[in-house]
């Protein structure tokens, strides 16, 4: 219980929920010593509206983002108080401040936080409507507020610059532990790889997430400040982590084929599976020190674990004749040559996290960093682009627009204590997707109602206001905890939080609690029927997007790949890249599947396809990692005339697919190459012994056997990217027909 107490109070979220903590108490407490309690409760609200906005980043980008966090909270509220007594600009002026705050969503997450925040900003301004000079003071305050939280979130920021960016770190090792424990299970004998599939693709979208935070930020800090020893030893763990996560998914094998080859051989494999789980188990620990800023004390012999996985395939090499073995040897040796990849790759990582990372550990490594982060611009063009129902962002910001609007009507027309609690609500639940809608509407109904009865409870028996301020402050910073992890007991804590507050300064909290959970419930209705009703953002109509963008990134991985087996040499930043995009848009496709099957029944058209061409895609990857690592890390022969044939045939087959797609179903002609394609890949496995024979004859038995390896892998991966390809090929098809 202490371990898991002093996890969650060293984790980023605490620590966010302390900072918007501290801003809010300290001035309400500070005020009301002078009787000023409005005045110290309106800088509490600013500093709350601020909150949102500060996203882990570099200190320029968290100063910037929060500045013009600060001044847009400020400035629309003032804009709401000076409209409001003039009806026929007040409704015109707040649907364009909404419709355009939402908008701000297409340039990322930092101005869809931005966005959130000022839309907070104008629901609170409904609480009480000012005149006069009070409009001025209140916006001021506002201000004052957010730089308040500013110079906190700052003061924290110096407290602990780089405990994020290692918490991160921490959970990317572990998620990549939990990956590369799925990849073992699949050596199970009768072993469900298709929930095991699921999982592996779950994680991925997570991995995904966490490395573009942790990219963005280290690569960000090494072009701004230089490289530090601190952001240089974090740089060659991140650089060394995305190896062991390509190395984890290149383990791309047909597992039918292989339990046929080796269940009657159980030893070969359960002492890979058990190398498999050593590894995991490493970097878990590897992740836990990180975590805890404990020394990482090595706890497995994975040298050890590579020689009995070695011990096992000589075994099974002298129980088998030759002319049978052969073929299970190459496989076997293959799968040894990753493993000692990968035990290299993890002995790096504790090298990087024990000892002191000097430069030339990156050698070429770190070459051309700043490519791989996402530009900070925010082009006018953008905006203008999305201004039309084909854009998701678009159809949002008319929804969460109009829902709104409906909310302050039904406030001024039904006699609700508290319309801004309506309005609150809507901001708070509102998403473009419909099923974390839905799930945020259960989650906020049931917190609302479980903080209610509790806060009702505790208000019975204690009077003390003390006592009531210090359970105020615990539950804020609870609910601000959970808030990104789990919305539910979020909701919770922040309905105790609010309902104590109000408990304080007014008798009758029975009613107060009353029109909480009345006005929660009326915000979540609208909010789930808007998202239902008015220009809903299926996923079926997006994800053919997600699908060509994948097979387009695969498409382009296989190409780097191609070339860089032809040509040799060292890595090149477009395969880089390459890589990395095919990464994301596997991910992204994931995340759009995911998100469809939150969605009605109704909606989840062809989600049979769907899944199907996801798996095919995430398999794609993974055996195009497996070629390019292979081609990485051995000195290969040059590249047969047959094997650009057969990739390039590849190639042709995911353009079709893609043209299919551009084209809704209707396949388009492509030239096809003109060269034989059709060849039997066992007549190119005899084609290619050949030519290594004639090409060196004086090769000795032990190099014979290399350049046999590399054959058995090379036709072994061409065989499975092509049936991957013509299975896209032919899903695609089903899917776009039945859709046309």
Not at 102 to 127: D, E, P
Not at 410 to 433: A, C, D, H, K, S
Not at 634 to 644: D, G, R, V
Not at 680 to 701: G, M
């Amino acid at each position: 219980m202490i371990s898991k107490i002093k996890k969650f109070t060293d984790s980023t979220e605490f620590s966010n929920a302390l900072k918007v903590t501290l801003s809010a108490v300290i001035p309400v407490v500070l005020f009301s010593y002078f009787d000023q309690f409005s005045i110290g409760l309106t800088i509490a609200l600013g500093a709350f509206f601020t909150y949102p906005s500060d996203i882990p980043s570099n200190l320029k980008h968290k100063i910037n983002g929060l500045f013009v966090t600060v001044g847009i909270i400020a400035g629309v509220n003032l804009l709401v108080n000076l409209s409001y007594p003039f009806p026929f600009i007040f409704y015109p002026l707040l649907t364009l401040l909404i419709f355009f705050l939402s908008m701000f969503s297409v340039y990322g997450q930092r101005a869809n936080m931005v966005s959130f925040s000022a839309l907070l900003s104008i629901s609170l301004s409904f609480a009480h409507i000012n005149t006069g000079w009070e409009m001025l003071e209140h916006s001021g305050l506002l201000l004052v507020g957010g730089l308040f939280y500013m110079l906190v979130s700052i003061l924290f920021f110096y407290i602990r610059p780089n405990r994020y960016v290692e918490l991160q770190m921490a959970e990317c090792i572990k998620l990549t532990s939990k990956y590369m424990k799925l990849r073992g299970d699949l050596w199970k004998i009768n072993s469900n790889r298709k929930e095991i599939t699921k999982e592996q693709l779950h994680l991925q979208v997570n991995l995904n997430a966490i490395q573009e935070n942790i990219r963005e930020i280290l690569i960000t800090n090494r072009t701004k400040s230089g490289s530090s020893d601190e952001n240089r030893k974090m740089l060659i763990i991140f650089i060394t982590l995305v190896e062991i996560m390509e190395l984890a998914i290149s383990t791309s094998f047909d597992h039918n084929k292989l339990h046929q080859k080796f269940d009657n051989h159980p030893n070969v494999l359960k002492s890979y599976q058990n190398l498999v789980y050593d590894l995991s188990t490493t970097l878990k620990r590897i992740s836990k020190s990180i975590q805890d800023r404990t020394k990482y004390i090595s706890k497995h012999n994975l040298i050890a674990d590579l020689q009995d996985f070695a011990l096992a395939i000589s075994d099974y090499e002298n129980d088998k004749k030759e002319s049978l073995a052969s073929e299970g040897v190459l496989m076997l040796t293959n799968m040894l040559n990753y493993a000692e990849k990968q035990v290299e790759k993890i002995k790096t990582l504790e090298r990087a996290y024990t000892a002191t990372v000097e430069l030339h550990d990156f050698k070429e490594r770190d070459k051309d960093l700043e490519k791989f982060i996402t530009p900070q611009y925010y082009p006018l063009s953008t905006l203008i682009e999305n201004l039309s129902f084909s854009s998701t962002a678009f159809r949002h910001a008319l929804r969460i627009t109009l829902t709104i609007l409906i909310g302050v009507l039904i406030g001024q027309i039904l006699p609700f204590q508290n319309v801004y609690w309506i309005l609150l609500t809507i901001v708070v639940i509102m998403r473009q997707e419909y099923g974390l809608t839905k799930q945020r509407t259960f989650h906020r109904i049931f917190g609302t109602l479980l903080g209610g009865i509790l806060a009702f409870g505790i208000l019975s028996v204690i009077h003390n206001a003390t006592i009531i301020s210090i359970l105020a402050i615990i539950a804020m910073i609870l609910g601000f905890s959970f808030t990104s992890t789990n919305y539910k007991i979020a909701a919770t804590f922040i309905t105790l939080y609010v309902v104590f507050i109000y408990g304080m300064l007014t008798p009758n909290i029975t009613e107060v609690i009353q029109y909480r959970i009345l006005d929660t419930l009326v915000g979540a209705l609208l909010s789930i029927m808007a998202n239902y009703f008015l220009w809903p953002s299926w996923e079926f109509l997006s994800i053919p997007v997600h699908i060509e963008k994948s097979i387009e990134a695969n498409r382009n991985y296989i190409k780097e790949i191609s070339v860089f087996y032809n040509k040799k040499g060292n890595v090149s930043t477009p395969y880089r890249l390459a890589r990395k995009q095919a990464f994301i848009a596997v991910g992204n496709l994931m995340a759009s599947f995911q998100r469809m099957v939150q969605e009605p029944k109704s909606k989840q058209t062809k989600l049979a396809q769907v899944y199907k061409l996801t798996v095919l895609n995430h398999a794609l990857l993974s055996s195009e990692a497996s070629l390019g690592t292979y081609i990485q890390s051995h000195k290969t022969t040059e590249a047969s005339e047959a094997f650009n044939i057969v990739v390039n045939k590849v190639i042709e087959n995911l353009d079709t697919a893609i043209s299919i797609l551009k084209s809704n179903g209707e396949k388009s002609p492509i030239k096809s190459n003109n060269k034989e394609v059709i060849k039997s890949f066992t007549e190119l496995k005899s084609i290619r012994e050949k030519e290594l024979k004639l090409r060196n004859i004086t090769l000795d038995d032990k190099a014979f056997q290399l350049k046999m390896q590399e054959a058995q892998l090379v036709i072994e991966q061409l065989i499975w990217l092509t049936n991957l390809s013509e299975n896209i090929v032919k899903t695609t098809e089903t899917l776009m027909t039945n859709n046309a």
